[in-house]
């Protein structure tokens, strides 16, 4: 590491500690309100004790940003990186009622002080206290939310729901009129810590007896090495019209320091291995025609393409070629994003596009037709279906996570769509 770079590191990790400091003594005044009536013992464990926490967390923290995490597996890294998210996370919503604690107690010093006489104004004055019931819906408010993402690991991480959609296409050939697709995404293997749940989901997935099945990128968090354990589970994966997959952001190994370049480029080798090993047919830049009773149906594939800031690896025009004589073309991309971006200004006889990439943020509400995540303020197309014209775009909300192992409102999602032949 050159010394610029390790200063640059130096100064960034510096900030944050601050930062999370700044937010543990906003938070610490809700604590020394709330134990000021304790026994002087229970009142020096909650106090001491708060502090304590706060000094393992940083530990964390150090030993994360100058050790090798990697060297003691991802299990461990994703314990820490979601322990330290959790807790400073749940603070966060308690520091909003200390604030607005501190807001009223300001407004009331400065009512007192032009209300006071000017003999009162040269004295010391009174203290204003803090609000004790302020101080504890502070406590209850981070509460709440750490509560809330730990049932989302307990529960939610492996709560798999299936999702069904119809789309209905004009040109659809009448030998494939009903044909059923199965779709799963983000399976991010190396995330996982119920093997037993996993295998489930794909049992789930396989009795919906699919025709076709899609996996839309996105097969590991960084190594390849993390799908060892899982491939003879998602080997189990099969279709009567075949297993077709595409590669997602997550798999080129980018979010990684390697060694050398040859180490990173063995990685990604890995990873096409390892779809040739579960059965699934990759699909790179490159497009596969499925035939019945004369009728062609063209599935294309490219590797990954976002709009934003992710790698821009896939060359759609190469998936595209040699595809004329297909009826209907249904596109594997990993990122939503690539629709507005490339598929419909240029290829409008692109029927379907699958995706996934967003989990849904893993994070928000759905009830009936109502949808709300954070997702949607980075994402225009983040869940479900959508159309535009006579072109369709599902976002699936994935099948595994990354980085916060659970999911709070937004299960892990099994889809099947039912391709039907419309007169219109």
Do not use: C
Request: hydrophobic share 40%.
């Amino acid at each position: 590491m050159t010394t610029s770079l390790y200063m640059y590191k130096l100064m960034a990790l510096i900030v944050l500690l601050v930062a999370l400091l700044v937010v543990d003594v906003y938070v610490y005044q809700a604590i020394l309100t709330i134990s000021k009536d304790f026994t002087a013992g229970w009142r020096a464990v909650v106090r001491f004790g708060f502090w304590i926490f706060t000094a393992i967390t940083f530990v964390a923290i150090l030993w994360y940003a100058y050790a090798d995490p990697y060297k003691y597996g991802s299990q461990l890294r994703n314990v820490v990186l979601t322990g330290v998210f959790m807790v400073y996370i749940s603070k966060l919503f308690g520091v909003l009622l200390v604030l607005i604690d501190d807001i009223q107690r300001g407004i009331r010093w400065i009512v007192n002080y032009f209300q006071s006489s000017s003999v009162e104004k040269t004295s010391t004055g009174t203290k204003i206290p803090r609000s004790e019931f302020l101080a504890k819906a502070a406590v209850v408010t981070a509460v709440i939310p750490f509560a809330a993402m730990t049932y989302g690991i307990i529960s939610g991480a492996h709560d798999y729901r299936i999702r069904r959609r119809t789309i209905y296409l004009p040109n659809l050939p009448k030998s494939f009129d009903g044909i059923r697709i199965g779709q799963l995404s983000d399976i991010h293997s190396g995330s996982f810590f119920n093997k037993t749940a996993v295998k489930g989901g794909v049992e789930m997935f396989l009795n919906e007896k699919p025709d076709l099945i899609f996996f839309t990128g996105d097969l590991v968090n960084n190594e390849t090495s993390e799908v060892n354990d899982y491939i003879s589970i998602f080997g189990k994966l099969n279709a009567p019209l075949g297993v077709y997959s595409v590669t997602g952001n997550h798999d080129y190994g980018d979010y990684v320091s390697w060694s050398t370049s040859e180490a990173k480029q063995k990685n990604f080798t890995d990873l096409i291995r390892a779809h040739k090993e579960m059965g699934f047919d990759l699909l790179m830049n490159e497009n596969r025609t499925v035939e019945q009773n004369g009728d062609k149906l063209a599935i294309l594939g490219i590797e990954n393409w976002g709009a934003g800031r992710f790698a821009k690896y896939g060359k759609l025009d190469e998936a595209y070629a040699n595809t004329d004589e297909a009826a209907v073309k249904l596109l594997l991309s990993h990122d939503p994003s690539h629709w507005d971006a490339q598929v419909r200004p240029a290829y409008a006889d692109i029927d379907v596009m699958f995706a996934g990439h967003t989990h849904g943020f893993q994070f928000g509400v759905e009830i009936g037709d109502f949808k709300w995540s954070p997702s949607q303020y980075v994402y225009k197309q983040w869940a479900d279906l959508y159309r535009e014209g006579n072109q369709y775009l599902y976002v699936n909300r994935g099948f595994g996570y990354v980085g916060y192992p659970g999911r709070v409102g937004i299960p892990p999602e099994l889809t099947i769509i039912e391709l039907k032949r419309s007169d219109s």
